[in-house]
């Protein structure tokens, strides 16, 4: 199951390469749509190095009963360590399943429990690494996300 949702989403953050043209706002989220295939997209700029982008994306898929979360983060993270991913009070760890020329890739399944606990949060965590020890942290607002998922349900 996991290497067919890495197949799937190495299909569409190869066919995106994050150029894909922009689709309905929502807040801090913005659904795109291909091929008839939705996604709830959120992009962050790096404060301090305006040229790295994190995204963020949720997407139904049909190898899946559940929406996936699909982490992008910039080349150069420690795979080992894989991701983190912090909503409310759940900590989890996923593991990278793909790097391509613009993004290492991590994908987390969100059952109606996990994914009821993000739309009432604020915002959600992720941790990733760099080097064996030196933890980086990036939160993506949930702001909007709701009416994102929904729209994607029309």
């Known amino acids: 199951m996991r290497k067919?949702?890495?197949?799937v989403f190495t299909g569409i953050l190869a066919a995106s390469a994050w150029s894909e043209n922009s689709g309905q706002t929502y807040q801090d989220w913005q659904v795109i749509c291909t091929?008839?295939?939705c996604k709830a997209r959120q992009t962050l700029v790096s404060a301090d190095e305006k040229k790295l982008a994190y995204s963020?994306?949720?997407a139904n898929v049909k190898a899946s009963a559940h929406p996936i979360?699909?982490?992008?983060?910039?080349?150069?993270?420690y795979l080992p360590r894989g991701l983190g991913v912090s909503i409310g009070e759940r900590n989890l760890e996923a593991p990278?399943?793909?790097?391509?020329?613009?993004?290492c890739q991590a994908l987390v399944q969100l059952d109606a429990a996990l994914l009821?606990?993000?739309?009432?949060?604020?915002?959600?965590?992720v941790r990733f690494y760099t080097t064996e020890s030196a933890p980086h942290s990036v939160d993506f607002s949930?702001?909007?996300?709701?009416?994102?998922?929904?729209?994607?349900?029309q």
């Open 142 to 153: 949930t702001a909007g996300l709701a009416s994102a998922l929904a729209s994607m349900r």
């Open 96 to 103: 990278f399943t793909v790097c391509l020329p613009q993004a």
């Open 35 to 37: 091929s008839g295939h």
């Open 56 to 58: 963020s994306e949720i």
């Open 4 to 7: 067919l949702l890495a197949l």
């Open 69 to 77: 979360l699909s982490v992008q983060l910039p080349l150069g993270v």
């Open 116 to 125: 009821e606990s993000l739309l009432q949060e604020d915002a959600f965590s």
